[in-house]
């Protein structure tokens, strides 16, 4: 048993099942973060196990007990959205300590809880504002705080800084992560941002159009993706997705592509189950990062392939150049060194670090594991 359980939850709006039997167990202290494109079902979610939504099928039981059908204000979880959802015409403080009013704490507990969490989020020197006298940051803490003083078991965070400006999220993020890393409260949080769920979570729950993809570490997701569609949704750029077909030479698979003139190459794989699939078709999946230009290559790779291969586009990014090029037809991302030498239309040196590749079936789109 978890603290927090979900077990084959299903979720129709009349005949449309839009979440289908959605497994997903939470430790105590863990922060799970639920990703995905619009519309895959995460909101749902989020609001189910708040009690927003009911549950169609399945359960959803927090440290043990079943919560199907128990009124929100019973579940002792706080949830914090995307429009912050304050009320304009109470202060900061009657904001934040409402709801333990209305669930009868007193006024010197409430006091107690106000100071200090206004204090943790710094935000003591508003507290007799109103909303409208924030900024959106301001209001972002606000809204947690009003979470966080009634020290729920679980939170609940549906995009609480889509709202904001790139800098501002970027800080905000960083708080976040903090906050849980000194309170170790049990997290559960929704976005579509990839790179959000990478840099908080613990543990990702990577959704599409109502299933669970992958559920595993950000390291797991990243490196060892459960099919195509994880594997190009988490990183950016994507993990480029290159069809190949499988030769084995001296007893070793190799992915064989061809190059932007069309001629033949082949990739040796770090992964020998591969030579079972001889003769067969597969995707091959390389991240950007994977490929360089040789000085740029991971030193600590034993399976660096050097290939020259003509260049479609040089997009410097300041820290790192986005190189383009073609391989079986399709325009393939790698990323080389700001000053290395790369001209558009020219052969480049590339240096492809194969330890990192992965395959995946091109029928199911699912990685090859065996
Ligand atoms: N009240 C509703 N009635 C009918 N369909 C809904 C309702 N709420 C959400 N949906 C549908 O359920 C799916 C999941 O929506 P949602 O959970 O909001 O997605 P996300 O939060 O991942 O963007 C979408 O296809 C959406 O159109
Ligand atoms: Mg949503």
């Known amino acids: 048993m978890s ?12 005949t449309v099942e839009v979440l289908h039997s959605v497994d997903i167990s939470v430790e105590e202290g863990e922060f799970l973060v639920l990703v995905g494109p619009s519309g895959c079902g995460k909101s749902t979610l989020l609001n189910m196990i708040a009690g927003l939504e009911s549950i169609t099928g399945g359960e959803i039981a927090i440290k043990g007990r079943t ?33 333990l009013e209305m669930h009868g704490v007193p006024k010197a507990e409430r006091d ?47 995009e609480p800084l889509s709202n904001l400006d790139a800098k501002l999220r ?21 976005t579509h941002d990839q790179i959000e769920a990478m840099t908080l979570s613990t543990r990702i729950a990577v959704m599409n159009k109502g299933h669970v993809q992958q559920l595993g570490t950000p390291r797991e997701i990243y490196d060892r993706p459960a099919n195509v569609f994880v594997a190009t949704f988490m990183g950016s750029p994507a993990m480029n997705i290159i069809p190949a077909s499988v030769v084995v ?52 790779s034993s399976n660096i392939v050097a290939m020259s291969n003509r260049v479609g586009v040089a997009e410097p990014a300041g820290s790192d150049t986005f190189v383009t090029m073609t391989l079986s037809g399709r325009d393939v991302i790698g990323r080389i060194r700001a000053d290395a030498n790369v001209t558009s239309g020219e052969p480049f040196s590339f240096a492809i670090n194969m330890e990192k590749a992965v395959a995946f079936d091109p029928k199911t789109e699912e990685r090859i594991v065996h």
Do not use: W
């Open 3 to 14: 603290f927090l359980d979900i077990r084959r939850a299903t979720k129709s709006y009349g």
């Open 67 to 99: 919560v199907n059908g128990v009124h929100p204000s019973k579940r002792n979880i706080a949830m914090v959205f995307q429009s912050y959802a304050l009320y304009p015409n109470m202060t900061v403080a009657q904001n934040m300590t409402f709801g």
């Open 112 to 158: 107690h809880a106000l100071a200090d969490v206004a204090k943790l989020l710094q935000i003591d020197h508003l507290l007799d504002r109103k909303p409208g006298q924030l900024s959106g940051g301001q209001r972002q803490r606000v809204a947690m705080g009003r979470a966080l003083v009634r020290k729920p078991d679980v939170f609940l965070f549906d």
């Open 170 to 190: 970027v800080d905000m993020r960083t708080e976040i992560k903090k906050l849980h890393q000194k309170l170790g409260t049990t997290i559960v949080y929704v």
């Open 249 to 300: 030479k001296d007893g070793c698979p190799n992915a064989r592509v061809a190059d932007a003139d069309g001629v033949e190459r082949l990739l040796p794989f770090s992964q020998p189950n591969l030579a079972g699939r001889e003769g067969r078709e597969i995707l091959l999946g390389i991240r950007p990062e994977a490929i360089t230009d040789p000085e740029g290559a991971d030193r600590k």
